[in-house]
């Protein structure tokens, strides 16, 4: 097979949109959202803002340079580069097992972006409105129990999906990411701008950054390095994908920085937008997972103006959703391209059905295969369970690992373009901080 011409992200700006795209997901509106709320507020997020630059940005970093380094697949990757450095071909493994996350995430996670264009749906024809807590939850009921409505839906979000990852890296990947991303931005800084009128923006800010220390357990702090890791898309396979188009003029420190700030301001942003409502209301934060599609359209169904506040929070969702879900595909699409003679086209197309086959088992997990369970959980959580607790972990784990181990120190000190003190510095974070940490989740996850 003939070698293929790797395609090159067009600028340093369209690469910072597509990873802030993929980092930027449900993990930042959705889950971010509910763990603050679960977790006492402003010390989780302290405790996620240090994990964040501690143990995120290393992992970010590590496996762009991989990814650059390999200017391939994730898996051909680390393959080769193991290869050249004298290593172990078992190194592909950590290639192999981020396809795979990446490949298993997207066929739960594209059910959760169909829940989202229902909502979005449902907003538009003012569903929501002047329905009690029993009506709201009876909407969320009602879907989970109907096996049409989740297929329905699960489809629609993958075609998007596929439609946009077929276009190509330049085509596909960058027009969506220039588009998403400022309507997103745009979309959240009006729902701040609400947040701010309400009456309740201090509580909100008050919630999120004034610490109440005695929140502060063992397990907030788990579940904020957990947060940190997971909300910059590592360990999935992602990051080397898109490192992989990545030219050398690109700086991958200050690049990390970029996507790292823009990430953590839609959480907080996104925290400041819910909460305002949620206070406003006379809700609890703590509702978890249902805060966002039970909580909030409680409220924006009795509230002035509340069918186009969720018109546009729904839209919001979904736009996080799909910029993160093409990033998903993206790694699974490449891999296939590069070691069989599939076009890109077709390539996505397998890809896409693939996962939308087994997210058609994951959503049946709530309906008529509830019954079927693995290890004491259903279809979906299985694939959640199995992902986030194992496979990422272990990937990030194995990437930053491999780059602080097994690559060139003074190479890879020349790429970052750091002097002999802060590449001490780094490789210490990099070789033995980061990695605990990600063993500590890792290990802590399993018990």
Not at 83 to 96: D, E, F, M, Q, T
Not at 99 to 123: D, E, H, Q, R
Not at 135 to 146: C, E, K, Q
Not at 262 to 268: G, H, P
């Amino acid at each position: 097979m003939a070698k293929l011409a790797h395609a090159q992200w067009s600028s340093r700006m369209t690469f910072v949109l597509a990873a802030a795209g993929s980092a930027v997901g449900l993990g930042n509106i959705w889950r971010f959202s509910y763990m603050v709320g679960d977790s006492g507020g402003a010390a989780f997020v302290l405790v996620y803002l240090a994990c964040v630059a501690l143990v995120g940005l290393p992992i970010l970093v590590a496996e762009w340079m991989i990814g650059r380094r390999g200017q391939k697949n994730p898996i051909n990757t680390m393959a080769e580069l193991a290869a050249n450095h004298g290593k172990s071909p078992a190194w592909a493994l950590v290639g192999i097992s981020g396809v795979l996350a990446a490949f298993l995430i997207l066929s739960f996670y594209s059910v959760i972006g169909g829940w989202s264009l229902n909502y979005t749906l449902s907003a538009v024809i003012g569903t929501f409105n002047g329905q009690d807590a029993d009506g709201i939850n009876a909407l969320f009921g009602n879907m989970l129990g109907s096996p049409i409505t989740l297929l329905l839906w699960h489809t629609a979000f993958m075609v998007l999906v596929v439609g946009i990852v077929a276009r190509g890296v330049t085509k596909g990947l960058e027009s969506a990411a220039r588009l998403m991303m400022p309507a997103l931005i745009v979309l959240m800084l009006v729902l701040v701008g609400y947040g701010m009128a309400s009456g309740y923006f201090g509580e909100a800010l008050a919630f999120m950054f004034r610490p109440d220390w005695s929140a502060l357990t063992g397990g907030v702090v788990l579940a904020a390095m957990g947060q940190a890791f997971f909300t910059l898309s590592l360990g999935m396979g992602i990051m080397m994908a898109y490192g992989s188009y990545l030219g050398e003029d690109v700086n991958l420190i200050s690049t990390a920085r970029t996507v790292i700030i823009l990430d953590t301001v839609i959480a907080l942003l996104a925290g400041l937008a819910i909460f305002p409502i949620v206070f406003a209301n006379g809700l609890s934060p703590g509702e978890g997972p249902g805060l966002i599609f039970v909580t909030l359209p409680l409220a924006f169904g009795n509230m002035t103006g509340g069918a186009i506040l969720a018109l546009m929070f729904f839209l919001l969702l979904t736009f996080a959703a799909l910029t993160s879900a093409i990033s998903l595909l993206e790694p699974v699409v490449e891999t296939l391209e590069e070691r069989s003679p599939m076009s890109r086209t077709v390539a996505t197309l397998v890809s896409g059905i693939a996962v939308w086959l087994l997210g058609v088992a994951a959503l049946l997990s709530f309906n008529v295969w509830s019954d079927v369970l693995f290890f004491g959980l259903n279809i979906f959580d299985l694939l959640d369970t199995f992902t986030s607790k194992i496979l990422l972990p272990l990937t990030g784990l194995g990437a930053i690992v491999f780059f602080a181990t097994c690559l060139d120190k003074e190479e890879s000190r020349k790429e970052l373009k750091m002097d002999v003190y802060d590449y001490s510095l780094w490789n210490f974070i990099a070789k033995y901080l980061a990695p605990l940490a990600v063993i500590t989740v890792f290990v802590t996850g399993l018990i």
